[in-house]
């Protein structure tokens, strides 16, 4: 993934992570099983690098249009700030969030991957599609990660705002000590 000054610029400012869930957060997939048993896989590395976010003291939060227990665990477990689900106006709700951290716009990261994701995307500081993207959402973000959605796209953007603002080779010097 190539990265301009002006991705650097914007990636300093970001305070709070909203992600989608479907897609993002997993490859798209849902299966169904016996009643209303519902699968979905997660990525590790990028549940590590929402672990890593947290503990440098950036917020994370997920909108998703759908609701699953899947996401709502998985949520839970990584002590994700923010869980939305079955939500219908993704604006409204991220406008909640904003004004309960009293953030900006720009302090504000968010990684979609369809065209549900556009209002959303065009608002934030730091808009980020999954390599997987509709194309027409890629052609409309700052940038583009080099994994698909639920396999590292997350733990890319995590990474790459943590090493923009410095954070980053601290993070591993306590891993190597
Ligand atoms: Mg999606």
């Given at each position: 993934?190539?990265?301009?000054?002006?991705?650097?610029?914007?990636?300093?400012?970001?305070?709070?992570?909203?992600?989608?869930a479907?897609?993002?957060?997993?490859?798209?997939?849902?299966?169904?099983?016996?009643?209303?048993?519902?699968?979905?896989?997660?990525?590790?590395?990028?549940?590590?690098?929402?672990?890593?976010?947290?503990?440098?003291?950036?917020?994370?939060?997920i909108?998703?249009?759908?609701?699953?227990?899947?996401?709502?665990?998985?949520?839970?477990?990584?002590?994700?700030?923010?869980?939305?689900?079955?939500?219908?106006?993704?604006?409204?709700?991220?406008?909640?969030?904003?004004?309960?951290?009293?953030?900006?716009?720009?302090?504000?990261?968010?990684?979609?991957?369809?065209?549900?994701?556009?209002?959303?995307?065009?608002?934030?500081?730091?808009?980020?599609?999954?390599?997987?993207?509709?194309?027409?959402?890629?052609?409309?973000?700052?940038?583009?990660?080099?994994?698909?959605?639920?396999?590292?796209?997350?733990?890319?953007?995590?990474?790459?705002?943590?090493?923009?603002?410095?954070?980053?080779?601290?993070?591993?010097?306590?891993?190597?000590?």
């Amino acid at each position: 993934m190539e990265v301009s000054e002006k991705i650097l610029t914007k990636a300093r400012r970001i305070k709070l992570i909203l992600m989608d869930a479907d897609g993002v957060l997993t490859e798209g997939k849902v299966t169904y099983g016996y009643r209303d048993l519902e699968l979905k896989s997660f990525d590790v590395k990028d549940g590590a690098g929402i672990d890593l976010a947290r503990k440098a003291g950036i917020r994370t939060g997920i909108i998703s249009g759908r609701q699953s227990a899947a996401l709502q665990r998985r949520a839970k477990e990584l002590r994700i700030d923010e869980i939305h689900q079955k939500v219908i106006d993704k604006v409204g709700i991220y406008k909640e969030i904003v004004g309960k951290y009293s953030l900006r716009d720009e302090e504000i990261a968010y990684i979609g991957d369809d065209i549900l994701d556009l209002p959303l995307l065009s608002r934030v500081g730091l808009s980020t599609a999954v390599a997987d993207a509709h194309p027409e959402v890629k052609k409309r973000v700052d940038l583009v990660t080099t994994s698909a959605g639920g396999q590292g796209a997350v733990r890319e953007l995590i990474e790459l705002i943590l090493r923009a603002q410095g954070r980053w080779d601290n993070i591993l010097r306590e891993f190597l000590s």
